[in-house]
T-cell receptor, first 111, second 116 residues
Framework: SQQGEEDPQALSIQEGENATMNCSYK?????LQWYRQNSGRGLVHLIL?????REKHSGRLRVTLDTSKKSSSLLITASRAADTASYFC???????????FGAGTTVTVRA | DAGITQSPRHKVTETGTPVTLRCHQTENHRYMYWYRQDPGHGLRLIHYSYGVKDTDKGEVSDGYSVSRSKTEDFLLTLESATSSQTSVYFC???????????????FGEGSRLTVL
């Protein structure tokens, strides 16, 4: 069954604001990944964080991981119209390495 | 961009007909996957391959079969399409990480299938 679940399902913000979305998962993992999907396109990998890491940065993205709460967050700072997309967290299936994806958070950045 | 090509990109077919979707990669990645994406469900794994002729089932494999006779090609076949298989199908590839995990997945652009 699916491991991860994103929250909120949808988010609308003004350009320049920050966007935060969360991912909760069910069982122990050795890594968690975030992906972006623009409308009508395939998913693109954003960042991977391992279970022994608490925070990771990539440009305007900041990802945190709290293994005690089985949760992760993705923060996009100073959002731009081009950040309008769906964002997915991905975690390994239980006792496996293949990735399970949540239903995603749809982010709309208003100009 | 990773060299992944899916074909066809769009297909409309009738219930009961066979359908084959093709995924072709030029990256020589060992692992290949087929996911389907439906509203409210995110992506669900159908089948995957960890080498030539080595395949296994994912969480929603019923009604689907796969084949991999060459490193670069991974075929998904719907033996007798049903309306519930109307979906967007994504192929993905990866190389296993040194840490023993899947590593980063690279996705194709998707194949939109409509079964009438």
């Amino acid at each position: 069954s699916q491991q991860g679940e994103e929250d909120p399902q949808a988010l609308s913000i003004q350009e320049g604001e920050n966007a935060t979305m969360n991912c909760s998962y069910k069982t122990s993992i050795n890594n968690l990944q975030w992906y972006r999907q623009n409308s009508g396109r395939g998913l693109v990998h954003l960042i991977l964080i391992r279970s022994n890491e608490r925070e990771k940065h990539s440009g305007r993205l900041r990802v945190t991981l709290d293994t005690s709460k089985k949760s992760s967050s993705l923060l996009i700072t100073a959002s731009r119209a081009a950040d309008t997309a769906s964002y997915f967290c991905a975690t390994p299936y239980v006792n496996d390495y293949k990735l399970s994806f949540g239903a995603g958070t749809t982010v709309t950045v208003r100009a | 961009d990773a060299g992944i090509t899916q074909s066809p990109r769009h297909k409309v077919t009738e219930t009961g007909t066979p359908v084959t979707l093709r995924c072709h990669q030029t990256e020589n990645h060992r692992y290949m996957y087929w996911y389907r994406q439906d509203p409210g469900h995110g992506l669900r794994l159908i089948h995957y391959s960890y080498g030539v002729k080595d395949t296994d089932k994912g969480e929603v494999s019923d009604g689907y079969s796969v084949s991999r006779s060459k490193t670069e090609d991974f075929l998904l076949t719907l033996e007798s399409a049903t309306s519930s298989q109307t979906s967007v199908y994504f192929c993905a590839i990866s190389d296993p990480g040194l840490a023993g995990d899947t590593g980063e997945l690279f996705f194709g652009e998707g194949s939109r299938l409509t079964v009438l």
